[in-house]
């Protein structure tokens, strides 16, 4: 199985900050990397696929770059909403893996 | 826009059987275009893929979950299920159905709500 390991596991930030958080695979995924957002008691929700293709209706301020086996999403000004877990997950081989999360709190 | 939405009962006994259905609304699941997928979430933790089937029949499984799980399709219903085999406290988790597009993005792109299942005596 491809490990997916993210960092940090937490982060605390103030509305406005720019946040970054690295997912790196255990092996080359081909940029087979989509990344989630999930609020408490809610399902996850798809903002990136394809390393840094931005799904429908997501907000601008998400971007996704990388390559080979090391990725980020980028948060460009943390705006109230965006307090939430944060899961890449990588869509190269089955079985399909995820990242362990990273949580955005506010600071 | 497709919908999903899970049900099934709560609370299962150890060693028996989970099973759980989802409803597909907005898409007929024998037309192709997704990967209908099972996801599980342990209390407090991580996200954890089970398998999924395609509307062929062609499936595949998590190696850890492989001899216990079958997942299958009711075009009629426009339904996937989930059959967990001898679950354990480890089975505890709140359980997704998720569509994985296949045209080329190869992401959850939609996810039921999510539904709580306890094994417990």
């Known amino acids: 199985d491809i490990q997916m390991t993210q960092s940090p596991s937490s982060v605390s930030a103030s509305v406005g900050d720019r946040v970054t958080i690295t997912c790196r695979a255990s092996q080359g995924i081909s940029g087979w990397l989509a990344w989630y957002q999930q609020r408490p008691g809610k399902a996850p929700k798809i903002l990136i696929y394809a390393t840094s293709s931005l799904r429908g209706g997501v907000p601008s301020r998400f971007s996704g770059s990388g390559s080979g086996t090391d990725f980020s999403l980028t948060i460009s000004s943390l705006q109230p909403e965006d307090f939430a877990t944060y899961f890449c997950?990588?869509?190269?081989?089955?079985?399909?893996?995820f990242g362990q999360g990273t949580k955005v709190e506010i600071k | 826009q497709v919908q999903l939405r899970e049900s099934g009962p709560g609370l299962v006994k150890p060693s028996e059987t989970l099973s759980l259905n989802c409803i597909v609304s907005g898409f007929p699941i024998s037309s192709g275009g997704f990967h209908w997928s099972w996801i599980r979430q342990h209390p407090g933790k991580g996200l954890e893929w089970i398998g999924y089937i395609y509307y062929n029949g062609r499936s595949d499984y998590s190696p850890s979950l492989k001899s216990r799980v079958t997942i299958s399709l009711d075009t009629s219903k426009n339904e996937i299920s989930l059959i967990l085999n001898s679950v354990t406290a480890a089975d505890t988790a709140v359980y997704y159905c998720?569509?994985?597009?296949?045209?080329?993005?190869?992401?959850?792109?939609?996810w039921g709500q999510g539904t709580l299942v306890t094994v417990s005596s």
């Open positions: 998720a569509a994985e597009g296949v045209s080329g993005d190869y992401s959850f792109d939609y």
């Open positions: 997950q990588q869509s190269f081989t089955f079985p399909r893996t």
